[in-house]
């Protein structure tokens, strides 16, 4: 569609060993920091629902490498590694999903509610599809003050179905607004497969209808990923409009903690986690190009190790919000 | 040396068991590696390793029924990061978490933690504190939503105003009328018929900072958009901590007009008055509709403004003076009166007071209160009324059940009890949806006539 006449020819832009070294720090990051919450979960410090981002990590990696200072972010409740690759800070979040007054939303908020204003990290949020129109809305005040902003709105092949996701599309083409969509297709929506659910299975043709145009992106290539990206903020950013960007990737846990994903094979899961693994793609990359050996990336791991573990002792030393919290917030 | 602890698979979890074994002693694993599978009478999981190490002991055999969760169940040595201590309040029998929350002690906060309500903001006193010697001057409640809107927008670039109809065509009920000619199509902006989508865009546009007046032809096609009203609107600053606010004005005509049926006839007060973090607003004069529009459009909460279709045209007084706000949570005393009080909001106001006309030639007076404010309310008004009166007509266009009345009742229940002289009464639509035919309608909604009655039988007359 629209955006092939933008598109460079043929292979990625090389990235700097620079850049590779960190794509792999934070993509290890937040595969890290998932794991310890899965643990802490397992545990019984993280309560409610839990949905961890282990797999789709090139995506908001490669997608947040395209961004200017300014520019915002929404999603809905496979948060955790959007406000890590925000450059939130990770205590912060541990704490949150232990429900701890250092928490990001003081322990208010959970696991699918938190939020960053210094970051433009605009949540976290519950409900389906629903922080699809209010990121259009971010991006509208965006155009209303001409800020030159974008904003990035995330959504999952799921909420892909929902109505309002379509009333979005129409006014954000209709008014030219700088948001720039990724649907993170993992294949399923909970336990249904995008086969069973959806009509049109290539998310990306989702707004010709709109004239908006799309991409399929390899979204376990952090790379494509950012190109990508570069490109449809770009795009948004000069007044031309919205763009969908369908991010193919694989989430290798179920839908939630509580989720054991009998809906796929284990062969399924096997070949993307051996084969198809972002960070391994990246690692292979780094070593290929002898801009790192396997002790360097060692290193690189204790180092994200001791940050994700400080986080762990945090969340569960910082204190359970003070009972006065409980009515503060509700009105300015 | 690192322990390895029975997972739980969901937050109800107590104990499971260890179907299989995937690694052995001497192993080394690496983070993420599976090494056991665990399962409960409903589902089968892999417990993935979260340290690198060497596992130096197994301490449940595979097979082993009934592992409560968070026992250990190996031993990794040489683990470069630590595992955080156990859990707190994980009994001695290691008891999963439900077993857990459920003995834990309540949080301590005060017996009756009082309802946070937002400090007044703006407001210069209702119009009892008009200064003397101040000009009335007449127009219709259609023309102070106008002017509210108009004279906020020249204060404040951040407003804008957002709707179906509302710029070329001036307004499906002329309330915007001339508001695109003075502010353009940047801040007077026509959306498509698409409430679920332009209410989330607002909320989104508040959320960046803009301050929307978001116009709903009706409230009944809001119901689309309740979703983004509730979740994201009024609850999105308590779950951000405080960091994420919206400050928002919804508003349209609420209730029934005339003859136009069940699914355009609803009063939604007791819907969203039900709903903590929002502001609700129902005025029933000119001078509120204007003073309490302003007050809403400078609020940095959201606010949702029930208007009336069937006052639009209606003219009353309004004191001639520069900005004119009304403050948010204030109830009025539309009519000072000994024997019994009724409290209305919206159009039930014009009948409560003509309703109270007819009593007074039968020897009976009725205080009448206009609520304005329906959240915050204003319980001080009423009782401080009913102590007087020691009586209670509440009266509302929407169904009884959990409704405007059910509340006021409550409230004079449990502060003014032994004041009361008799049961409060209230006078609402009938438990049905509205019908079309003119008789059936006029049957279903309050009427002077009902309120007459109500009144009486309160007072014993």
Redesign the interface.
Known sequence: MGLAATRADGAHADATKDELLQFYRDMLLI??FE??A????????I??FCHLY?GQEAVVVGMQSALRPGD?V?TAYRDHGHMLACGMDANEIMAELTGRSG???????GSM?????EKAF??????VG?Q???????????R?RNDGKVCLTYFGDGAANQ??VY??F??AA?WKLPVVYIVENNQYAMGTSIERSSSETHLHKRGVSFNIPGEEVDGMDVLAVREAGLRAAEHARSGNGPVLLEMKTYRYR?HS????A?YRTKEEVEEQKTRNDPIERVKKRITDAGYANEDDLKQID?EI??V??AS??FA?TSP?PD??E??????? | MTQILMPALSPTMEEGNLAKWLVKPGDKIEPGQVIAEIETDKATMEVEAVDEGVISELLVAEGAQGVKVNTPIAVLSDGSASVPPPPRGAGAGGGGRAETSAKAPPAPYPDRPPTPTPPPQGGRGDDLEIPAGTQMIKITVRDGLRDAMAEEMRRDPDVYLMGEEVAQYQGAYKVSRELLQEFGDKRVVDTPITEHGFAGLGVGAAMAGLKPIVEFMTWNFAMQAIDQIINSAAKTLYMSGGQIKSSIVFRGPNGAASRVAAQHSQDFASWYSHVPGLIVIAPYDAADAKGLLKSAIRNPNPVVFLEHEMLYGTEFEIPDVKDWLVPIGKAKVKRVGSDVTITAYSRMVGLALKAAEQLAGEGIEAEVIDLRTLRPLDSATIVESVKKTNRLVTVEEGWGQSGVGAEVCARVMSEAFDYLDAPPTRVHQVDAPLAYAANLEALALPSVAKIVEAAKAVTYR
């Open positions: 595969r890290r794991e310890r899965g643990q802490l979960y397992g545990m019984g410090l309560g409610g282990i915002q929404i928490g990001c939303s003081k322990g208010k908020g509610h938190m939020f960053s204003t605009y949540g976290g949020h519950g409900i629903a699809v129109s209010l990121g259009t809305g971010l991006a509208f005040a965006n209303y109505g309002q009333e979005s129409n006014m209709l179920g903690m509580s989720d054991p009998k204790r190790r001791a994700v573990t762990a002792e569960q359970e009972a006065r409980l009515l503060t917030d509700v009105y300015l």
